[in-house]
């Protein structure tokens, strides 16, 4: 499945083509996607008016309106002592906690998922193609089906509720997709190239570390577009497997908002959110194109 | 040739060696498979225990009276029986299946026509492209939240539209429990079409120029060439997408949570919610088990043709 947007493919067709400037239909087009692009942002602009401004104005009730009194008070608030419960330390707690989930577990997912990659296209131990169509197949079962006896299985080793079990849940539902970008990558690479390496006396390893692995960094990239973003907003996994001590921010973030009684605060609740979104949305808009390579490789995504 | 090594191997495997110009050299990968097996290792452990263990273990239970702990007994399809009694299990069935059917169609129609539009070479491509992925880079939970400040009846769109002089105007969809299942729509697809677009606009790069010289000789407009030849063209990205969106219903539960927590009522339930509740909440092992098989072989059911159609062409490639 290629569906990467190859640069050439545009240039060609941007080539010919470029009279009809200013025709109605052209306006039409034109119209549509602004139209369009607003409604994709208005989101993202209330979600910012709202997080400066004062709860007075909120009340209120201008949902669009531009703060008359600006006021960054509410991402402090937000960052540093927003309520879940009792815990009155803001969001940054969950933000901590995510970050000691996602790293770990995005290495770990990549590191086995290269391996599996390198196993299964150059070494095809036999036999090993059926437990790779039914990893791929893993990737579709439901969640719900898996997670009692899960936690039955972290329990009974003392994992569940834990940082190292969070990680060894995410390692195991990223596999499948991780595999496969790997796999699909290293189909791409020259079999002579193994061959050759082999004819040198490449063991497995060897070739793995010296050849292969050096040869993977735009795919390693691609991976860890995929796992960060995925690991940031997972909800269900962290919910369940992380523990009190270890949930994640969007979970917090969750908590904070809606199980906290009286008065919404709307302004800091907005700030968190944006608080949350902030990571994955900077892979997205750093990453850019990777980010579509990333998801249209990953296009089995449990 | 001569300078070959034989480390960490006895010299009986590296001795024998025909010539490589076989395809895809079997003789040497059959000899060295060992540590390629020990290597798949994690990966073997993950598709018994992980994958096949618990599917087997869930229908185990599924088959029994378990409650709060999982029990031996054995109690035939009681569970299934008494799950499609459930009041709150059948409404859950009904709101997925509003909610998938309003999404997908709505997310593809939506897709395509931003992916069309935007293939038109128009102006800040990047831009518009941009702007339509972004929200798919959020997670649901912030998604929903957004969208319940956007939607609340106090303060949000409702409130606007009074103040721009529709004092009548009515928006409360999110309290309103025939049409709470249309907010998460609405949230949801705000969050998912750009996706759609990414997909659909490879699809369109991928497609001739020749076929719009053809067509602009032959004189036919634009619209028709889209509805009649392209179109049918972009079926297998139509498919990408159709089982990206899928499996998205089927998982569909940190948006209801974050948006309307399943409420008001039970007007907004869905059964990845109910089965979380049944597991955790109300301690129902053996209910929630049945509730996870039939979910899964409801995905199994409708995902099959698609992914066995898949799987041919990919093999035909290879070949």
């Known amino acids: 499945m290629n569906t990467t947007l190859e640069p050439s493919a545009r240039v060609s067709r941007q080539q010919h083509a470029r009279r009809k400037r200013f025709s109605p239909s052209r306006l039409g087009i034109y119209s549509f996607l602004i139209i369009a692009a607003l409604f994709f942002l208005l989101p993202l602009y209330v979600m910012l008016v709202t997080s400066v401004k004062p709860m007075d104005e909120i009340r209120l009730g201008n949902l669009l309106a531009l703060p008359a009194h600006f006021t960054l008070q509410p991402w402090s608030d937000a960052w540093q002592s927003a309520c879940t419960g009792l815990d009155c330390n803001g969001i940054r707690v969950g933000f901590w906690n995510s970050v000691r989930i996602v790293v770990p577990s995005t290495v770990f997912s990549i590191v086995i998922g290269a391996i599996n990659g390198y196993a299964l296209s150059f070494w095809r131990p036999r036999g090993a193609g059926v437990f790779f169509g039914v990893l791929l197949l893993g990737a579709f079962i439901p969640y719900q089906v898996m997670i009692y006896p899960m936690v039955r299985v972290l329990a009974s080793v003392h994992l569940f509720s834990s940082l190292p079990g969070i990680v060894i849940i995410h390692t195991i539902f990223g596999m499948p997709v991780m595999t496969l970008l790997f796999r699909n990558y290293y189909a791409g690479i020259p079999l002579e190239l193994f061959k050759a390496a082999r004819i040198d006396g490449g063991g497995f390893w060897r070739i793995f570390f010296q050849l292969m692995l050096p040869m993977s960094l735009p795919i390693i990239v691609v991976a860890m577009i995929l796992q960060v973003t995925n690991i940031w907003n997972d909800y269900l996994l962290g919910l369940v497997f992380a523990g009190t001590r270890n949930l994640p921010m969007t979970v917090q973030l969750n908590n904070i908002i809606n199980t906290t009684t009286g008065e919404k605060i709307y302004n800091v609740n907005m700030a968190a959110t944006i608080l949350t979104s902030v990571v994955p949305l900077a892979v997205y808009f750093i990453s850019g194109r990777w980010f579509v390579r990333g998801i249209a490789s990953g296009a089995v995504k449990g | ?319």
């Open chain 2, 1 to 319: 040739m001569g300078t070959l090594k034989s480390h960490a191997l006895p010299p009986e495997m590296t001795a024998s060696r025909r010539p490589v110009a076989a395809r895809r050299g079997r003789p040497l990968r059959k000899r060295w498979s060992l540590a390629a097996w020990v290597a798949l290792i994690p990966m073997m452990v993950t598709v018994v225990f992980a994958y096949l263990g618990t599917m087997l273990w869930t229908a185990r239970v599924s088959l029994s009276n378990s409650r709060t702990f999982p029990s031996n007994d054995f109690v035939g399809f009681t569970q299934y029986v008494r799950l499609f009694h459930n009041d709150r299990w059948l409404v859950s069935l009904q709101h997925i299946a509003v909610y998938g059917v309003c999404f997908i169609v709505a997310c593809l129609v939506i897709g395509m026509l931003l992916a069309i539009f935007i293939d038109q070479r128009v102006m800040a491509e990047g831009v518009l492209r941009t702007v339509f992925l972004y929200p798919y880079a959020m997670s649901f939970v912030a998604t929903g939240l957004v969208w319940q400040w956007i939607l609340n009846p106090e303060l949000g769109a409702q409130s606007l539209l009074h103040k721009m002089g529709f004092t009548h105007a009515r928006f409360d969809w999110i309290v309103d429990q025939d049409f709470v299942i249309y907010t998460i729509v609405i949230a949801t697809v705000w969050q998912a079409s750009g996706l759609v677009m990414a997909v659909m606009l490879a699809g369109l790069r991928g497609i001739d120029d020749e076929l719009w010289k053809a067509a602009r000789i032959d004189g036919i407009p634009r619209w028709r060439v889209y509805m009649s030849i392209v179109i049918p063209m972009l079926g297998p990205s139509v498919s990408t997408a159709f089982v990206l969106l899928f499996v998205a219903v089927v998982k569909l539960f940190d948006a209801v949570v974050a948006m309307t927590q399943g409420g008001p009522g039970t007007a907004s339930e869905v059964p990845a919610k109910f089965i979380m509740d049944y597991l955790f909440g109300r301690a129902n092992i053996g209910l929630a088990s049945a509730a996870s098989i039939v979910l899964l072989a409801t995905v199994l059911a409708i995902l099959a043709p698609f992914l066995y159609a898949r799987s041919r062409s990919a093999s035909r490639k290879e070949v």
